[in-house]
């Protein structure tokens, strides 16, 4: 019968003799000597920081990870008429504040129009006036019993028709001045410009989008809460943020939770937490650097308190 030759590996003892397969050939103590003692050592403390280090890596099983995405403010500035481009003052990637005009539109028949109704209030302006003089001499006159009160009442609903219409004209005109600014697309935030569609000389049709600005300020996470978790999360909860092209952890806390649940999106969960109704939820970075753009996967843990048992009555 052929038997497995199995290799002991040779090493002294503490004795200075001969060590096989952990028993000594000299003195038969069962000393492992002291370069195997110190192998075992190493070992031992090298498997203790490889478990110390997989369970600080492990999340606490009461955290939640979920899966959302980065999102900022996003502004967007649509045309009001449906005019051509004259002017983009601003590229993308170029910081504005409240007030700068991004994008400008051809103000021609605004300005006709403006004209017309400034046109009609000083049309409206001189009736007014003229209407107020006639009430003046028809009361004198009134006085002097040369006309009837009918005629008076004449004269005071024709000046009452003349402010109305002068009334009418001034508000005409304001409306006209607010079409004429309108036509300069102003930024209403401060903010940094991320898209602009069209370019100069295009014609935009009403409503479209000319600009998009993202606004200032901390970015946030869309993310969506499953149901174990909603009752123990809310505003100001704390959390932990990992994005893949950011090294470390950043920081954060619950901005709102929905009221109302949903199901969850297919993108949003694990397989098996999809089918659960789910709470949507923006969580705040508080460190976020400034050129974290909207759109980055994120992974947010937060850290759910221990339930408290319910006390006995």
Same mark, same amino acid.
């Given at each position: ?31 492992? =000597?002291?370069?195997? *003692?110190? +192998?075992?050592?190493?070992? $031992? &403390?090298?498997?203790?920081?490889? @478990?110390? !280090?997989? #369970? %600080? ?41 409240? =007030?700068?005009?991004? *994008?400008? +539109?051809?103000?021609?028949? $605004? &300005?006709?129009?403006?004209?017309? @109704?400034? !046109?009609? #209030? %000083? ?14 001499r028809a009361e004198e006159l009134y ?25 009418? *004209? ?144």
């Amino acid at each position: 019968m052929l038997r497995r030759a199995i290799f002991r590996p040779m090493v002294p003892c503490a004795d200075e003799r001969e060590i096989v397969g952990g028993r000594c050939r000299g003195c038969a103590c069962e000393s492992l =000597g002291p370069a195997s *003692a110190k +192998l075992g050592r190493f070992l $031992a &403390l090298a498997v203790s920081l490889c @478990a110390t !280090a997989l #369970l %600080a890596c492990r999340p606490h099983s009461d955290d939640v990870v979920l899966v959302g995405t980065v999102e900022r403010t996003l502004i967007d500035l649509v045309a009001p008429v449906s005019e051509r481009i004259t002017a983009i003052q601003v590229a993308r990637g170029t910081r504005v504040r409240a =007030g700068d005009v991004v *994008a400008q +539109l051809d103000p021609s028949f $605004a &300005l006709s129009d403006l004209a017309s @109704a400034e !046109a009609e #209030l %000083a049309g409206a302006r001189t009736g007014s006036s003229i209407a107020a003089t006639d009430l003046q001499r028809a009361e004198e006159l009134y006085h002097k019993s040369v006309i009837s009160s009918q005629a008076l009442d004449r004269a005071r609903l024709a000046r009452d028709e003349a402010a109305t219409r002068h009334w009418a *004209a001034e508000a005409r005109v304001a409306a006209m001045r607010k079409r004429v600014a309108d036509h300069a697309i102003l930024a209403p935030v401060d903010g940094v410009v991320d898209q602009l569609p069209f370019d100069v000389g295009e014609r935009v049709p009403i409503g479209a989008v000319v600009a998009v600005i993202l606004q200032d300020g901390a970015p946030w996470v869309r993310v969506w809460l499953p149901e174990r978790a909603y009752p123990l999360v809310g505003p100001g909860s704390a959390a932990r943020i990992r994005i893949e092209a950011i090294a470390g952890e950043l920081h954060g806390h619950v901005l709102d939770v929905a009221r109302e649940p949903e199901f969850t999106p297919h993108y949003a969960l694990t397989e098996r937490e999809r089918v659960y109704l789910v709470y949507e939820t923006r969580i705040a970075i508080d460190d976020a650097p400034g050129s974290l753009r909207p759109g980055a996967p994120a992974d947010v843990l937060l850290a759910l308190p221990a339930a408290t048992a319910p006390e006995a009555r």
